[in-house]
């Protein structure tokens, strides 16, 4: 389900059970698999792949009925790609070309062209920019 008010570009392919909230940016050429919700204030920009399963939050105290006066922004940077089952806590930028390990659980920054792998998610490697 997308509702009203996403952006959702062109050439993408979202996979059945996807949930996409209003204040949502969806690059081109973007592939969510199945089970991938969005909250308001995600933006994915182009080329980026989302695994099935992938867990976003956008309120970092989340409280039932209690909502914040704007929820933190979460960018996912060109090219990046995001393994199955991965959770991302709020306010992130994940740098283009990254890569994030299936059932990692990113709580920082992920620097371009950078693998990180784990709980919490650490930095393993960078990824040839060629590939």
């Given at each position: 389900m997308v509702l009203a008010g996403a952006r959702i570009g062109g050439n993408c392919n979202i996979s059945a059970h996807c949930f996409i909230e209003s204040d949502v940016v969806v690059g081109n050429n973007v592939t969510l698999k199945s089970g991938v919700y969005l909250w308001d204030g995600i933006t994915l920009e182009d080329n980026v792949f989302v695994g099935p399963g992938v867990r976003f939050t956008n309120d970092m105290y989340p409280r039932s009925k209690v909502y914040p006066a704007a929820f933190l922004r979460t960018t996912v940077c060109q090219g990046a790609s995001i393994g199955a089952g991965a959770?991302?806590?709020?306010?992130?930028?994940?740098?283009?070309?990254?890569?994030?390990?299936?059932?990692?659980?990113?709580?920082?920054?992920?620097?371009?062209?950078?693998?990180?792998?784990?709980?919490?998610?650490?930095?393993?490697?960078?990824?040839?920019p060629e590939n």
């Open positions: 959770v991302l806590t709020p306010g992130l930028t994940i740098g283009r070309g990254a890569m994030i390990a299936a059932g990692a659980v990113v709580t920082r920054d992920v620097e371009p062209f950078s693998l990180v792998v784990g709980s919490p998610a650490r930095h393993v490697k960078f990824l040839n």
